[in-house]
């Protein structure tokens, strides 16, 4: 079974910085796009960036100059460099990625969500 796992959440002052880190396993490959989504109480969940298999990334206009995605495919790890963070980043955030799972070979691609991890800015 895919796994998704995301850690390096927290609390942060408004300008500081956290880098979150989802590491993927149970995979045949390196996993298709991976992207990182956000929820904040009360609001929907919304895609924050994404990044390609080789290396294309796309990210919303409310992060763009702030945040970094990368990625590491020899680790199957994505990144988000989170920089200049104000409290409107505050939300839960997601890894999901779109992957082979291994011994699953047959069934192709599927998504996968990871857990979840907290990020907390405070003014």
């Not at 206009?61 to 945040?67: A, E, I, Q, W």
């Amino acid at each position: 079974q895919v796994q998704l796992v995301e850690s390096g959440g927290g609390l942060v002052q408004a300008g500081g910085s956290l880098r979150l880190t989802c590491a993927a396993s149970g995979t045949i490959r390196s996993p298709g796009t991976m992207s990182w989504y956000r929820q904040a109480p009360g609001k929907e969940r919304e895609l924050v960036a994404r990044v390609s298999s080789g290396g294309s990334t796309y990210y919303a206009d409310s992060v763009k100059g702030r945040f970094t995605i990368s990625r590491d495919n020899a680790k199957n790890t994505a990144y988000l460099q989170m920089n200049s963070m104000k409290p409107e980043d505050t939300a839960v955030y997601y890894c999901y990625a779109v992957a082979v799972a291994a011994g699953l070979a047959a069934m192709g691609p599927k998504p996968y969500w990871g857990q979840g991890t907290q990020v907390t800015v405070s003014s």
